[in-house]
């Protein structure tokens, strides 16, 4: 079964230093990956996903993630966060044509102004 | 365009009651999700409806009920609420399930607390 890795349960960066969230996923196929944000109280809002046209995918916001087949890696970034930018981050894996989306547990972003 | 809705926003059930959580989609979407968020635990599918008249179970079923009232529509439904019933329930919805890079959006979300 396929499985998605946040490496890190919670990051905090200084507003505007650049932000980093590890994502690695285990599909032995390829992939379908996404990014979600959930601010607080708020419910998922999609940031990004991987069609496989490209390895490097442009996000709303300023976000970006690099997908690296030989790292079985999906990291987001940004340049430079924003106070706004503070929320959950969860990677995603749908699988190949699967419904089910394999959600990671989720990284807290804080901002610190 | 409002996209995913439910209703209600915040709920309290006392254990043995029983209720129905409503979502509705105006994307002419053919698949809807019922999943769970539990602090911790990424969220998880309770069911899901790949087309209007069909429903399966998803990851964690047990305790709930489902109706795919018509293309739109997808209810919820807890015959007798437990206090593991405590949880975010997230509604989606997607243009068809099974296809690569199928995108699901979500609802606002419901906060049920079960005492």
């Known amino acids: 079964a396929q499985s998605v890795t946040q490496l890190d349960s919670h990051v905090s960066v200084s507003e505007g230093t650049p932000v980093l969230l590890r994502c690695n996923y285990s599909s032995s196929y390829s992939p379908s990956l996404f990014w979600y944000v959930q601010h607080p109280n708020k419910g998922l809002q999609l940031l990004l996903k991987y069609t496989s046209a490209a390895t490097l995918v442009k996000g709303i916001n300023g976000f970006e993630a690099e997908f690296k087949k030989s790292e079985t890696s999906f990291h987001l970034t940004k340049p430079s966060a924003h106070m706004s930018d503070a929320a959950e981050y969860f990677c995603v894996d749908s699988g190949a044509g699967s419904y089910q989306l394999t959600f990671g547990k989720g990284t807290k972003l804080s901002v610190i102004p | 365009n409002a996209g995913v809705t439910q209703t209600p926003k915040f709920q309290v059930l006392k254990t043995g009651q029983s209720m129905t959580l409503q979502c509705a989609q105006d994307m002419n979407h053919n698949s809807m999700y019922w999943y769970r968020q539990d602090p911790g635990m990424g969220l998880r599918l309770i069911y899901y409806s790949a087309s209007e008249g069909t429903t399966d179970k998803g990851e964690v079923p047990n305790g709930y009920n489902v109706s795919r009232l018509n293309k739109r529509e997808f209810s919820l439904r807890l015959e007798s609420a437990a206090p593991s019933q405590t949880s975010v329930y997230f509604c989606?919805?997607?243009?068809?399930?099974?296809?690569?890079?199928?995108?699901?959006?979500f609802g606002p979300g419901t906060r049920l607390t079960v005492l």
């Open positions: 989606a919805s997607s243009e068809a399930m099974g296809t690569p890079q199928d995108t699901q959006y």
